[in-house]
């Protein structure tokens, strides 16, 4: 299924600030953790079921994806 570029776009920078709340990080610092561990393409590639979740749960969920990766986020 094909979505809006756009909205794809705004999900994912709404979703960099929220895990830099939750993990008391400057949003420069989530975005560049989360593009070094994959997160930022593991939400793109997953964005038709992360959208429809709570961002309590994706946070999570990226968290514990970039954890397994190699990141020190836990």
């Not at 429809?52 to 397994?68: G, L, P």
């Amino acid at each position: 299924m094909e979505f809006n570029v756009k909205d794809k776009v705004e999900y994912i920078i709404a979703l960099v600030n929220e895990f830099a709340r939750t993990h008391k990080l400057s949003d420069s610092q989530a975005y560049r953790y989360l593009e070094r561990f994959k997160g930022i393409d593991f939400i793109d590639q997953n964005y038709g079921i992360a959208h429809t979740q709570s961002f309590k749960d994706v946070v999570e969920d990226i968290t514990n994806f970039c954890h397994r990766q190699g990141g020190a986020i836990a």
